[in-house]
């Protein structure tokens, strides 16, 4: 915006999906974000938290796609993990002769002999992160429901040191990755695009997180990006309504726009216009629409 416009180039600050939404829904005031990114769609319970706090007014547009990737260091042997072998790798307890166990499987040879007799380490997103709400949802919940003796349980993340949560820079898990020939990370496609000399990706129920795979749904760890704009606040705080036309702008958010080169898998024209009339009429985020949105 800064480097193309008159305007400042605006604050940005990396939270994660749920503390950016914490702050945003903090009030109305220039002392809280006009914007809020997010790697998921807003929570009921969110919604509530910004009404509470006197943010009602709150349009939602979805501006692409992205893969959350399985990585590894580059030139190693590729992996290709099914959903179920990564929830039983990173389960706090996995179902064994009928009951649920500490997990148990340290290599992931434990887990299946034809898998590498590497020790299990996991760079992974924190709680706050969308990357671990869509990856637990994607993954985890998925890999649950086909292993028996789960039970309709929702298994929680492992904390025995084989899974590791690395903050909110996916920079850092690249850079873990990078120096640790047997470690796998989890993070966003974008990070796989800036990086592919340094790390690989790992196939995810033998499919492989491509563009196209993940716009069409098939690559199975595929997710929607999204960010929220505080209506009450356009008008107000100079070049919202400019920063929003940027954004959607095709110079920006088409197949041919600025962000594929960092990573985002765009919308498809219709798609994409239908995000600028929501602007345009300041679509309001309801309850029922972010149910709908959730199924």
Same mark, same amino acid.
């Given at each position: 915006?800064?480097? #193309? #416009?008159?305007?400042?180039?605006?604050?940005?600050?990396?939270?994660?999906?749920?503390?950016?939404?914490?702050?945003?829904?903090?009030?109305? +005031?220039?002392? #809280?974000?006009?914007? *809020?990114?997010? =790697?998921?769609?807003?929570? &009921?319970?969110?919604?509530?938290?910004?009404?509470?706090?006197?943010?009602?007014?709150? %349009?939602?547009? !979805?501006?692409?796609?992205?893969?959350?990737?399985? /990585?590894?260091?580059?030139?190693?042997?590729?992996?290709?993990? +099914? $959903?179920?072998?990564? *929830?039983?790798?990173?389960?706090?307890?996995? @179902?064994?002769?009928?009951?649920?166990?500490?997990? @148990?499987?340290?290599?992931?040879?434990?887990?299946?002999?034809?898998?590498?007799?590497?020790?299990?380490?996991?760079?992974?997103? @924190?709680?706050? =992160?969308? %990357?671990?709400?869509?990856?637990?949802?994607?993954?985890?919940?998925?890999?649950?429901?086909?292993?028996?003796?789960?039970?309709?349980?929702?298994? &929680?993340? $492992?904390?025995?040191?084989?899974?590791?949560?690395?903050?909110?820079?996916?920079?850092?898990?690249?850079?873990?990755?990078?120096?640790?020939? %047997?470690?796998? /990370?989890?993070?966003?496609?974008?990070?796989?695009?800036?990086?592919?000399?340094?790390?690989?990706?790992?196939?995810?129920?033998?499919?492989?997180?491509?563009?196209?795979?993940?716009?069409?749904?098939?690559?199975?760890?595929?997710? +929607?990006?999204?960010?929220? %704009?505080?209506?009450?606040?356009?008008?107000?705080?100079?070049?919202?309504?400019?920063?929003?036309?940027?954004?959607?702008?095709?110079?920006?958010?088409?197949? $041919?726009?600025?962000?594929?080169?960092?990573?985002?898998?765009?919308?498809? @024209?219709?798609?994409?216009?239908? !995000? $600028?009339?929501?602007?345009?009429?300041?679509?309001?985020?309801?309850?029922? +629409?972010?149910?709908?949105?959730?199924?």
């Amino acid at each position: 915006m800064g480097a #193309t #416009t008159d305007f400042r180039t605006p604050v940005v600050e990396s939270t994660g999906s749920g503390g950016g939404f914490k702050l945003f829904c903090g009030g109305v +005031s220039e002392d #809280t974000p006009d914007f *809020t990114n997010a =790697s998921r769609p807003m929570k &009921s319970s969110e919604l509530k938290m910004c009404q509470d706090n006197g943010v009602e007014d709150i %349009t939602q547009i !979805m501006v692409g796609y992205d893969g959350i990737v399985i /990585g590894q260091k580059a030139g190693e042997p590729p992996l290709d993990l +099914s $959903r179920e072998q990564l *929830t039983k790798a990173v389960a706090a307890q996995v @179902p064994q002769d009928g009951e649920l166990v500490d997990n @148990p499987y340290n290599k992931w040879s434990d887990i299946d002999p034809s898998l590498p007799d590497h020790e299990i380490l996991i760079y992974g997103p @924190p709680t706050s =992160s969308g %990357t671990r709400d869509a990856f637990e949802e994607l993954v985890v919940e998925h890999g649950a429901e086909n292993i028996d003796g789960y039970n309709g349980e929702k298994p &929680s993340i $492992r904390q025995d040191g084989k899974f590791v949560p690395s903050g909110e820079n996916d920079n850092l898990i690249v850079q873990k990755l990078a120096q640790n020939a %047997t470690a796998v /990370g989890i993070f966003g496609y974008s990070f796989l695009e800036e990086n592919r000399g340094k790390i690989q990706a790992a196939k995810v129920d033998g499919i492989e997180p491509k563009r196209e795979l993940i716009s069409s749904g098939e690559y199975p760890v595929s997710r +929607s990006l999204f960010f929220y %704009t505080k209506n009450a606040h356009v008008g107000r705080i100079d070049g919202m309504e400019e920063y929003v036309d940027l954004f959607l702008s095709d110079q920006m958010a088409s197949d $041919r726009g600025a962000l594929k080169s960092l990573g985002l898998i765009s919308l498809p @024209p219709e798609e994409l216009e239908a !995000m $600028r009339e929501n602007w345009k009429n300041r679509k309001q985020v309801t309850a029922d +629409s972010l149910k709908a949105e959730h199924g």
